[in-house]
């Protein structure tokens, strides 16, 4: 649901008014006015950034951080 713009949450399919384009394409308006070649095409195309956009973010989290450890010996020795 948050890939559902907050107005039309209370729709009866929600997920059809996902942004799947930079122009604002929804799958609502594709069922309308595209062919289903277009409306299968740009699905796929959201559907395959969104799954890059995701495993990314899920990579950058997992990665250890990248603050450097300290060493607590070295600041007792003078």
Known sequence: MQLV?????????PCR???LS???ETLDA??????REET????RK???AKIKELEQQGAE???PSETPATNSRARHIS
Do not use: C, M, N
């Not at 713009?5 to 399919?13: N, S, T, V």
């Not at 594709?30 to 062919?35: K, N, V």
């Open 5 to 13: 713009p907050e107005d039309r949450r209370q729709e009866k399919i």
């Open 17 to 19: 008014h996902i942004r």
């Open 22 to 24: 930079e122009t604002g």
């Open 30 to 35: 594709l069922y309308r006015t595209a062919s």
């Open 40 to 43: 299968e095409a740009t699905v």
């Open 46 to 48: 959201w559907l395959t």
């Open 61 to 63: 989290q997992s990665r």
